[in-house]
């Protein structure tokens, strides 16, 4: 049977969909053990039990927060030596495919990014050139190194739990010798809304919205949503570039998606499109979101807008 490797970073007390997913993935193709870097906390060593993980690794240095990611990809790296993994499995961020990378050169691993499944046999799975064509491929190496993108696995308990092991690897000292280090952080102000790649429902603005974010911002709060936004939005410095759906944004996967102002360019349906209802308001009734959209609605998102969020708040109560 595969020994599969999850990174997990800095879950604190409860791990996130996309966690619960790589763990899902990985129990499909063996025997997972978790890599983490930061605390353990009883929450989570329960909830890896929940899932079939059967070891839990964990640095033997405890400042691997204090650099870049070259520790974490010596770490990852020397846990999957430890384990005897033949799939390590890493979230699709940014950070998660520059510490595949790092630590596909010290396995001599094969490192596939934007993954969206893994078959039996390790054959990954890509959705590529804005989800218009989707590819296969394997490393060929003894080792393989992927990075998943969230919301294509529903997460799932095993049948029965586990009894956890905890192990500690020995990080590499010499990984932190050149290492950049990081001298200060600032905190991110937040914004009390859900997260946008694992939000249930995402009301998102593009140009359309003309700079004035108010109308998306207030139906998003009467719904509990996240906040999304087009390219052009984002580009325009409307919002916060984190908020950025689509090709060259986020993935999301939401049971509800509400598209306000959005022409709905390719590159925009990449990041959306398998949401599980899609809502579209524009003023063009030839705009191509109506293309993909399950309710359309022609009109101007500023009336159309505040009349569904003041409709939702008297429903609610
Ligand atoms: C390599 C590459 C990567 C890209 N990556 C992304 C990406 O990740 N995400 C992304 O979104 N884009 C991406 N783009 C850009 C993409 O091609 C589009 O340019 C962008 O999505 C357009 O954003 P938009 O729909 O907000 O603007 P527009 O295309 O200008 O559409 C605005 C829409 O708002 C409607 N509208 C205007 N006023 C109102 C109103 N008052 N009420 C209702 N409707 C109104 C208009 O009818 C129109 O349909 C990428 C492009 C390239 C080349």
Redesign the pocket.
Known sequence: MAKVLVFIDNPGDSLKKSSLELLTLGRSLGETAVALNGKLHDDVAATFGEYGVGAVLLPSAEDLDDFLVAPKAAYVAAAAEQLGATIVLLDNSPEGKEIAARAGIRLNAGVITDVVAVDADGTAHKSVLAGSYNTACKASTAVSVLTVKANNVVPEPAAAPTPLETVTVEVPAASTAAAARITAREQKVASGRPDLTDARIVVAG???L?GDFGPVEELADALGAAVGA????TDAGWISHDA??????KTVSPQLYIS?????????K??MQTAKVIVA????AE?P?FEIADFGIV????NVLPQATAEIKKRKG
């Open positions: 593009g140009r359309g003309d087009s390219r052009a939005a950025q759906v689509g090709q060259t944004g306000a102002g959005i022409s709905g360019a390719i590159q925009q990449a990041g308001v524009n003023k063009d705009s979101v009109g101007d998102l500023f």
